[in-house]
């Protein structure tokens, strides 16, 4: 059973920067497309960007392309997000993912979920 440990995120002014980490412990991620996800208050729960097993491709969404870069280190069996220039509308529950796939619903499947970390933006 994989386990993902979330840390990094905190309070933080509007054009800051927070560095989020996944932690993976009981399972090499290597096999793995990573992705993080957030859920805003009152909001469904979206994808924010993935990486495929040994970082060669990633994928964001529109509104964090120019200011979020995933990476990944397998020997660590870490992922991370490099978030800069935050927005107060980047405020959400930050969630660490293990091999999210698309379903034809428009929906994702995911291996497993981190507990998630809080990134509140000032304005």
């Known amino acids: 059973q994989v386990q993902l440990v979330e840390s990094g995120g905190g309070l933080v002014q509007a054009g800051g920067s927070l560095r989020l980490s996944c932690a993976a412990s009981?399972?090499?991620?290597?096999?793995?497309?990573m992705g993080w996800f957030r859920q805003a208050p009152g909001k469904e729960r979206e994808l924010v960007s993935s990486?495929?097993?040994?970082?060669?491709?990633?994928y964001y969404t529109d509104s964090v392309k120019g200011r979020f870069t995933i990476s990944r280190d397998n020997v660590k069996n870490t992922v991370y997000l490099q978030m800069n220039s935050l927005k107060p509308e980047d405020t959400a529950i930050y969630y660490c993912?293990?091999?999210?796939?698309?379903?034809?619903?428009?929906?994702?499947?995911?291996?497993?979920w981190g507990q998630g970390t809080q990134v509140t933006v000032s304005s």
């Open positions: 990486i495929t097993r040994f970082g060669s491709g990633a």
């Open positions: 993912a293990l091999g999210p796939r698309a379903t034809t619903k428009g929906t994702y499947e995911v291996e497993s």
């Open positions: 009981g399972r090499t991620i290597s096999g793995y497309t």
